[in-house]
Every structure is written in structure tokens, then in C-alpha cells.
């Protein structure tokens, strides 16, 4: 447990720290957070998918094969609860129950993937396949999944609002981006068979490394420039995320026996705070941002006691001891 504090959380808390300061001082703006997000999500991130992935074997994606299922159906059953709890308050509209499901049914696996699990699990082809299979999900079925329900919803306010969009293009845009497809083509280069130049690997590391404390800083400036108003949806939103996905997860591996470890890292994975790619469609389509923000802000806060009470619940369930 002491190790998880001190290599897991307390580096997390006080780089985020270092990235908000920052932002209240006005050294850098919610803008730059993106521009930040940007290389984590189009370049650092693939580049550490893609170069761990590599360096597994059929035998390791093989077993993987029931992590991607629990995984699929675990955090999209989430996603899907989340969206009907907040469809049935009267003052939400479809639109902002898809944002909350966008945000508060999906983890920030992209962010704080590896800077979370490698310190407490090593850095290792497994931890980079967890982190592979959850973004895949988040970004190539959640996020396609958010936006199509989203605009079902706009386009029933406002008629001709949405253009009339393929269901199909927010799919299409999901597996352009790099953090979709770089997974998928390291996943076919092991399945086929190609051996991995180890002299390749360091042309990566460079930008691998700075994955996890780019994403981390970034995170604190955004939480800088948001304004946080606290309400009685925001407090649901962060429970339906720390507590409900986290608790699917460890069930659903517990009833089908998956590996001690990774049935750990996936649960960790799934008490991770809200995923930012929401609040940044949230504040796009200018819906449920304040709300939505307080939420990730709760959920950031709380995630500092949650990430080793889940360790510790999950590792009583599978019968060890920390």
C-alpha cells in the first residue's frame, strides 16, 4: 500500500499540482491543455501502445482475449447505465445524457493509463495491452456510441442541426486517430507472426516517455480553468464512475476466473477519474459542462483514496493479501 502512495499517487498529485499552479498563474491557458492533450493522444500515447504491444507474444494476446471481452461488455454496460440514470431526470435532455454517460461511463485510460498501473505493475507488454484494450474501447465504441446518441438528440430539438450525419462517421473519425489504430496495427503485426527489432524500440522512448507526465500536467491546467459547481449530479456522476465500474469490472472477472493481475489492472483502470475526451466534447457542443466538470474534478480528488481501496478489495476477492 505504501508503495502505491508513493509511486502511483503522490507523483500523479504533485505533477497535476505543478500543471494547475501553472494555469492559475496564467503560464499556460486551457488552449495550451489542449495543444497538450494533443501530442499525448496523436503521438506519445500511440508510441507507447504500440512499441509494448509489439513485444508480446500470440500466447499473451491469446490469453487477453477474455480481458478484451469482460472489458467490451463491463465498461459499455457502464456507459449504457450511466446514459438512461441521466436520461430520466426531467431537466436532462438525451444530449446531456450522453455527455454524462461520455464522461462519468468512461475511465481516462489515455491520461493516466500507464502513469498509474506501471508504477504499481511494472512496465510490461501486459500493463500496455490493459491499457490498449480499454482505450479501444473508450475511444473506437464509447466515444462513436456518446456522439450517434448525441446527435439523435440535437438533431430531435433542432431538425437539420446535425446535417444529417452517418451514424457510421463518428466510428470512422474514432479509428483515424492514432490512439485507435496504432493498438490495432501492433496487435496484427504479433498476430502475424513479424519479429520485433529490439533496435527499433528506443526510436520510441523518447516520445513514449513523455506520455504519462504530459497527460498528467496537462490534466491540472484543465482542471484550472474550469469553474466547479458542486450539485447533486455531479456527486452521481462521480459514485456511478468510482464505485459502479470499478465494482462491474471485478464481478464480471471473478465469475469468469480471469487472471489475478489483470483482473487488478483492469479494475484499477475502471476506478480511473472521467475520461477528458468527454469534457472536451462537452465544452464543443457547449452541454452539461459545469456539471460534467465537477464531476471529473470530484472524481480526481477521490481517486487518491479509491485506486488502493480497490486494490485492496479486488486482491481480498481473489484471495491474497497486500
Known amino acids: 500500500m505504501e508503495h502505491i502512495l508513493l509511486y502511483a499517487i503522490v507523483p500523479i498529485i504533485v505533477v497535476m499540482l505543478a500543471g494547475y499552479i501553472s494555469?492559475?498563474?496564467?503560464?499556460?491557458?486551457g488552449d495550451d491543455a489542449k495543444k497538450f492533450n494533443k501530442v499525448v493522444l496523436d503521438y506519445a500515447l500511440p508510441a507507447a501502445l504500440f512499441v509494448s504491444i509489439v513485444q508480446s507474444t500470440r500466447e499473451m494476446l491469446a490469453r487477453d482475449v477474455k480481458l478484451s471481452i469482460i472489458s467490451l461488455v463491463g465498461i459499455m454496460a457502464c456507459f449504457m447505465i450511466v446514459y438512461f440514470v441521466f436520461r430520466m431526470f426531467k431537466k436532462n435532455t438525451g444530449a446531456d445524457a450522453a455527455i454524462s454517460a461520455l464522461?462519468?461511463?468512461?475511465?481516462?485510460?489515455?491520461?493516466?493509463?500507464?502513469?498509474?498501473?506501471?508504477?504499481?505493475?511494472g512496465t510490461t507488454p501486459a500493463v500496455a495491452l490493459v491499457v490498449a484494450i480499454v482505450s479501444i474501447v473508450v475511444n473506437a465504441v464509447g466515444?462513436?456510441?456518446?456522439?450517434s446518441l448525441m446527435n439523435a438528440?440535437?438533431?430531435?430539438?433542432?431538425?437539420?442541426?446535425?446535417?444529417?450525419?452517418?451514424?457510421?462517421?463518428?466510428?470512422?473519425?474514432?479509428?483515424?486517430?492514432?490512439?485507435a489504430w496504432a493498438p490495432?496495427?501492433?496487435?496484427?503485426?504479433?498476430?502475424?507472426?513479424?519479429?520485433?527489432?529490439?533496435?527499433?524500440?528506443?526510436?520510441?522512448?523518447?516520445?513514449?516517455?513523455?506520455n504519462a507526465s504530459m497527460a498528467v500536467f496537462s490534466a491540472g491546467i484543465t482542471l484550472s480553468s474550469i469553474k466547479?459547481?458542486?450539485?447533486?449530479?455531479?456527486?452521481?456522476?462521480?459514485?456511478?464512475?468510482?464505485?459502479?465500474?470499478?465494482a462491474v469490472l471485478l464481478v464480471l472477472g471473478l465469475i469468469f476466473h480471469m487472471d489475478p493481475t489483470n483482473l487488478k489492472m483492469l479494475v484499477v483502470a475502471g476506478a480511473l477519474p472521467p475520461a477528458f475526451s468527454g469534457i472536451i466534447i462537452?465544452?464543443?457542443?457547449?452541454r452539461y459542462v459545469a456539471t460534467g466538470t465537477s464531476s471529473?474534478?470530484?472524481s480526481v480528488i477521490l481517486f487518491i483514496g479509491f485506486c488502493p481501496l480497490w486494490l485492496w478489495i479486488t486482491d481480498l476477492c481473489v484471495g491474497g493479501g497486500f
Open 143 to 147: 466515444i462513436p456510441v456518446g456522439l
Open 282 to 286: 462537452a465544452d464543443e457542443y457547449d
Open 296 to 298: 471529473l474534478t470530484l
Open 228 to 246: 466547479v459547481q458542486l450539485d447533486w449530479q455531479a456527486v452521481l456522476g462521480t459514485i456511478l464512475k468510482m464505485v459502479m465500474m470499478p
Open 184 to 210: 490495432i496495427l501492433a496487435v496484427i503485426w504479433v498476430l502475424v507472426g513479424i519479429p520485433w527489432p529490439e533496435w527499433a524500440s528506443p526510436s520510441f522512448d523518447l516520445i513514449k516517455g513523455a
Open 103 to 121: 464522461i462519468s461511463g468512461s475511465p481516462t485510460i489515455g491520461f493516466l493509463g500507464f502513469a498509474v498501473l506501471e508504477p504499481i505493475f
Open 153 to 179: 438528440s440535437l438533431e430531435k430539438e433542432q431538425p437539420g442541426s446535425t446535417k444529417g450525419a452517418s451514424a457510421w462517421l463518428p466510428v470512422l473519425h474514432a479509428l483515424e486517430q492514432p490512439v
Open 23 to 29: 494555469g492559475k498563474k496564467g503560464i499556460f491557458s
